[in-house]
């Protein structure tokens, strides 16, 4: 039998653990992590539709899409990028165009292409250390998800069993998720910070989709905690419950 206690501890472990496995399911598939506030001037300039163009038929590139990114509002996300670039009208040229908002996103080849000291020049040689926080940001989400979905299988075997026993591996889990989590939050924020230090940004913001993430952080570990004294309480009462029968 489960006392009322742990048996309500893993209740708000297991719904914490939800919401923050939905928040970061949706900061991980939407690309509002950073926004870039660009001058107006530039979504009137000629050649904004055809940075536009370039951004999203154009070969892969860098310097190529950080540049269109810094001047036409863009923003960046784990496997998005976007801009925001005037309508075209074909009939006429209008005074206030309104603005479309146009996403490509990263294969998963080009997550792993090497990043360069001075972005989009080959011939400056590999930074290593932008190349494996890049790799490591949209990494570390997908182990962190895999994780709480593992420990999930292991929760249900656990109900299916009648047994609080693994509620323990359920908890170290969850802790490791909840590090994995914070890990990529930090990893995108040191290789935005390296790359604004070889290129020349405009100004730009945290988006919402990096705060998600930060907040799953937290609570995979408080339901980690909570998964944690229960099964430690429950093993010490279990314990000293048979040292009594014993006795």
């Given at each position: 039998?489960?006392?009322?206690?742990?048996?309500?501890?893993?209740?708000?472990?297991?719904?914490?653990?939800?919401?923050?496995?939905?928040?970061?399911?949706?900061?991980?598939?939407?690309?509002?992590?950073?926004?870039?506030?660009?001058?107006?001037?530039?979504?009137?300039?000629?050649?904004?539709?055809?940075?536009?163009?370039?951004?999203?038929?154009?070969?892969?590139?860098?310097?190529?899409?950080?540049?269109?990114?810094?001047?036409?509002?863009?923003?960046?996300?784990?496997?998005?990028?976007?801009?925001?670039?005037?309508?075209?009208?074909?009939?006429?040229?209008?005074?206030?165009?309104?603005?479309?908002?146009?996403?490509?996103?990263?294969?998963?080849?080009?997550?792993?292409?090497?990043?360069?000291?001075?972005?989009?020049?080959?011939?400056?040689?590999?930074?290593?250390?932008?190349?494996?926080?890049?790799?490591?940001?949209?990494?570390?989400?997908?182990?962190?998800?895999?994780?709480?979905?593992?420990?999930?299988?292991?929760?249900?075997?656990?109900?299916?069993?009648?047994?609080?026993?693994?509620?323990?591996?359920?908890?170290?889990?969850?802790?490791?998720a909840g590090l994995c989590s914070l890990g990529t939050v930090?990893?995108?924020?040191?290789?935005?910070?390296?790359?604004?230090?070889?290129?020349?940004?405009?100004?730009?913001?945290?988006?919402?989709s990096l705060y998600l993430a930060l907040i799953s952080s937290?609570?995979?570990?408080?339901?980690?905690?909570?998964?944690?004294?229960?099964?430690?309480?429950?093993?010490?009462?279990?314990?000293?419950?048979?040292?009594?029968?014993?006795?």
């Amino acid at each position: 039998m489960v006392d009322n206690r742990y048996a309500t501890a893993l209740v708000i472990g297991s719904v914490l653990s939800l919401l923050a496995t939905v928040y970061l399911s949706i900061a991980v598939g939407t690309q509002h992590w950073y926004q870039y506030r660009s001058p107006p001037g530039n979504h009137e300039a000629s050649n904004a539709s055809e940075l536009r163009e370039d951004f999203i038929n154009g070969e892969f590139d860098e310097k190529t899409y950080s540049d269109t990114l810094f001047r036409l509002n863009g923003t960046l996300g784990l496997w998005w990028r976007c801009v925001q670039a005037p309508g075209q009208s074909h009939w006429f040229k209008e005074p206030d165009p309104k603005m479309v908002t146009q996403c490509v996103s990263f294969t998963l080849p080009q997550q792993f292409v090497p990043k360069y000291k001075d972005p989009g020049n080959h011939n400056t040689g590999e930074d290593v250390l932008r190349t494996y926080l890049w790799r490591c940001q949209f990494l570390l989400p997908l182990v962190s998800l895999a994780l709480v979905f593992l420990s999930g299988l292991i929760g249900v075997c656990a109900c299916l069993c009648r047994s609080i026993t693994p509620t323990l591996c359920v908890g170290v889990l969850h802790l490791l998720a909840g590090l994995c989590s914070l890990g990529t939050v930090c990893c995108f924020l040191a290789g935005m910070d390296l790359l604004h230090r070889v290129s020349v940004p405009p100004d730009g913001s945290l988006g919402w989709s990096l705060y998600l993430a930060l907040i799953s952080s937290p609570l995979q570990m408080m339901a980690a905690a909570l998964f944690l004294w229960a099964a430690r309480s429950h093993r010490q009462n279990y314990t000293r419950m048979t040292a009594y029968r014993v006795a």
